[in-house]
């Protein structure tokens, strides 16, 4: 697949150097792509950066990596032309650090990020996954538990869902747990404030959970 990474930020350097790892041709898009590349952390990656504006031109799926604030704003920027009919793997989350830290959400309880990117932009095909861990851990799941830790993903849309849980499953995950609706997007980020602490109290963001049942 063409897919387009929206954000040049850990995140999203982790995720275009993950799904080009597994055979996908893989762009990035970011305000300045010359800024972008002349950051030591971009030195030898190996990933074309391209403008906001024209990177998810012909794209087969688009990934929402920036800060979740600022995301919507961010695909804006993209397009609304571009997003139209494509599917878009949202994997960022609404942290509100204005309080310090650790950081609440900024839309929670009866709405998601994930809603609000869809109701933005009607016509994409809105997929909430990969949010509830860290960028490392989203490429490379056999580095826990041998692989056999828990992933979510929630969409309207079935088909958009088979899609990334097909991505998914190339990534590595094992255990992928299907949610009908964008709406459990809310949940899935509603995670994070307990994710945060467990990282302050563990020393690290390398852990996830796995489902029994």
Known sequence: MRIAVIGSGSAGRTLALGLQRVGHDVVVGTRDPAATGRREEWAGAG????????VAAGADLVVNATNGEASVAALGQVGSDHLAGTVLLDVANPLDFSQGFPPSLSVKDSDSLAEQIQRAFPDAR????????TASVMVDPAAL???????FAASDDAEARGIVVGLLRELGWQDVVELDGLHNARGMEMWLPLWV??????????FNLKLVR
């Open 47 to 54: 990933v074309t950066l391209l403008p906001l504006e024209t």
């Open 126 to 133: 809105v997929v909430k996954s990969l949010n509830t861990v």
């Open 145 to 151: 538990g041998d692989g056999d830790t828990t992933m």
């Open 197 to 206: 602490r467990l990282m302050t109290a563990l020393g690290t963001a390398e």
